[in-house]
């Protein structure tokens, strides 16, 4: 009689264990907080910094001054078109992550 009662008394500290976890594992996944998803920051501060402007012409130049102010704007615009570039293609990738989240 004793085993039987010993046998019900752990039976039933079983179930209200299984019962209390179930429980707080269904509390414990909700939240009246609403979670908003932010935007990821732009990586470093590079792709924040404006191009320079280009070179200008002097006004008295010879054409050695015209063609090295010209390979000067060519170099600083194609850097600056890389960079946009990888700003425009980071900044879709992102959108894309980020629209697919929701």
Do not use: H
């Not at 009662?5 to 500290?13: A, G, I, P």
Request: hydrophobic residues 45%; proline residues 6%; neutral net charge.
């Amino acid at each position: 009689m004793k085993n039987q009662q010993d046998q019900q008394l752990v039976s039933s500290l079983i179930i209200f264990a299984i019962v209390v976890m179930l429980m707080l594992a269904i509390t414990g996944c909700s939240t009246v907080v609403p979670v908003v998803a932010k935007f990821p920051d732009a990586p470093g501060r590079s792709a924040m910094v404006p191009c320079p402007q280009l070179e200008q012409i002097p006004g008295e130049a010879r054409l050695s001054d015209v063609g090295r102010t010209v390979v000067q704007n060519y170099t600083t615009y194609y850097a600056c078109a890389v960079k946009a570039d990888a700003w425009i293609e980071w900044y879709s990738v992102q959108k894309k992550i980020f629209e697919g989240a929701k």
